[in-house]
């Protein structure tokens, strides 16, 4: 009985020996792990510092996103009692005092536009073209934009309506000071519309 007995503890006492070091191996190789884990970010770190850095640059004074977002809601509650109906654009657009304007690139202009319509590309509308094209604040001005005709792939490539010309077109008017602005709404058929259309040079229209 006394053999068993202490043959017995020396198995406990032994694979408890066994159990510790085991122990020790594992958090010696967690500790290794860690360390090599932490070694590897500090050798990262560096770069995501430096790519993190160069991407996010200091304010740049003459953009204002904010500003531009806060005009932009002010313009949409605008612009939305003055969307015109088909009719109603053509019967304004021939009162005395109105401007048409165009705001695509030129290239899209000349090769079709709203007869009687000023162009003044988006990209370009600045104080001072704004002051040479539309020097009255104050004057009635219709806007139109790609959107807005239909079966004229050419002159008129539609983009995504979240990214419609006249969206970006009336911001930009309101945010220089224009409130007498009006849109043409509905999308239309070039084939079958009433209203005018010009081309460069061209004596004729393009409307019915």
Request: net charge positive; aromatic share 6%; hydrophobic share 45%.
């Amino acid at each position: 009985m006394r053999t068993t007995h202490a043959t017995r503890r020396i198995a406990t006492l032994g694979l408890c020996s066994l159990l510790g070091l085991c122990a020790a191996a594992t958090g010696a190789s967690a500790a290794t792990t860690g360390t090599t884990a932490a070694a590897q970010n500090r050798a990262v770190a560096p770069t995501t510092t430096a790519y993190a850095g160069t991407a996010v640059a200091p304010a740049n004074p003459a953009i204002d996103a904010d500003g531009y977002l806060r005009t932009a809601v002010e313009a949409a509650r605008h612009r939305a009692t003055r969307r015109l109906t088909e009719d109603a654009f053509i019967a304004l657009s021939r009162e005395p005092g109105t401007v048409i304007l165009d705001a695509r690139s030129r290239e899209k202009y000349d090769e079709l536009h709203i007869r009687g319509a000023v162009h003044l590309a988006f990209p370009d509308i600045t104080v001072e073209n704004l002051a040479r094209v539309l020097p009255d604040r104050g004057a009635r001005i219709l806007i139109y934009c790609n959107n807005n005709f239909a079966n004229a792939p050419g002159p008129f490539p539609t983009k995504l309506p979240s990214a419609a010309l006249n969206l970006s077109t009336y911001v930009a008017l309101y945010t220089y000071g224009y409130r007498n602005v009006w849109e043409l709404g509905p999308l239309v058929d070039v084939r079958a519309t009433r209203i005018e259309f010009a081309s460069a040079g061209a004596a004729g229209s393009a409307g019915r």
